[in-house]
């Protein structure tokens, strides 16, 4: 019995420790996963199926917080965020030994581009990068190092408490009331040119646009500020925006490893 306890309790702290790099919602994930599958090529599509036996991206999109309660996958802790300057180029920035979310991205790409990995390993890591193309898209994921990307700046959300950080990963989606195939629905329109203007760049180049956005996170709310209606009036709509770059931009992404 004492060492059932001890399991509990040490799954607890694991959770506890690792809010801080949760990234959207599972609602949010979800909204991207369905977006990008939207927007495949037939091909790749097909090729995923195989892959994950007809799972879909939305389903296998919040994976990777789900194993963060899992000791074994430890590693991957640190491949859900990168921190640097807002001013500073990625490459002039001191690196993260453990991983980061660009390193991340890239490596599960070679990963599942490379014709000798297992069955296995490309089921993890098409679930890993789903994960991951959607965390980018958060953009206090590419935040600043010394308050945890937002966590440690307090406010309220309609009253309770919460931070910076989690009214951009879920208060406001989760407050918006709309299921995530809804939520989907409900993005705003763009046409085929449209889709591929917000496709272009590379992954270096969503980083640094999500490190310009983070900016003006962090200029929008101070230490303690009360946030309700007007906060998500103004905000939401930007991350609507976020969640369909996400989707359309893993679209890109598995379109370039599959299709």
Known sequence: MNKFFKKISSI????????MVFAWSQTGHRVIGEVAANNLKHRTL??????TNYESLA??????????????????YSWHFVNFKENEKYNEATKNPEGDLYQAINFCVATLKDKNTSLE???????MLIHFVGDLHQPLHVGHEEDKGGNDIKVSWFGKSSNLHRVWDGDMIDDFGMSYTELTDNLPYANKSQKVEL?????????????????????????????????????LPVVKNQLQKGGLRLAKILDEIYG
């Open 199 to 235: 496709q272009k760049g590379s992954v270096l180049d969503w980083v640094y646009e999500s490190q310009i956005l983070a900016a003006t996170v962090y200029s929008s709310a101070k230490m303690d500020e009360k946030l309700s209606y007007k906060y998500s009036y103004v905000y």
């Open 46 to 51: 097909r090729k995923i199926n195989k892959i």
């Open 12 to 19: 607890f702290i694991v959770l506890f420790s690792t809010q």
């Open 121 to 127: 390993d490309q089921k993890f890591y098409l679930k």
């Open 59 to 76: 389903n296998m999109s919040t994976f990777g917080d789900e194993i963060k309660s899992d000791d074994r996958y430890k590693k991957f």
